[in-house]
């Protein structure tokens, strides 16, 4: 399984950025699947998850009414859009997905950046 993601992008504060995550070499219909995003110096910490076939999404706090998470299960493909972007949503942005709707993660992707200037 792969996953690739791109969109990551220098932006200025209140842009915004549209994330996407690839996934092959496996049924992506059967991944639950989410974003992470890890800053310099921080701890890796939970974005967005999206279950299956997207009738279920779930959010960070400090993201909640600015990004929205969705898939094309069509195009093997998770999205992450992202409005209102602030210095602190600097990070690398990670997908994962999961077979379990609880648990460890069983894929991971290689991250994209995303940089916002104050």
């Known amino acids: 399984v792969q996953l690739v993601e791109s969109g990551g992008a220098l932006v200025q504060a209140g842009g915004s950025l549209r994330l996407s995550c690839k996934a092959s070499d496996v049924t992506f219909s059967m991944l639950n699947m989410a974003w992470f995003r890890q800053a310099p110096g921080k701890d890796r910490e939970f974005v967005a998850r999206i279950s299956r076939f997207g009738l279920t999404t779930s959010y960070a706090d400090f993201v909640k009414g600015r990004f929205t998470i969705s898939r094309d299960n069509a195009q093997n493909t998770v999205f992450l859009q992202m409005n209102s972007l602030k210095p602190e949503d600097t990070a690398v942005y990670l997908c994962?997905?999961?077979?379990?709707?609880?648990?460890?993660?069983?894929?991971w992707g290689q991250g994209t950046q995303v940089t916002v200037s104050s």
């Open positions: 994962a997905g999961r077979y379990n709707n609880y648990g460890e993660y069983d894929f």
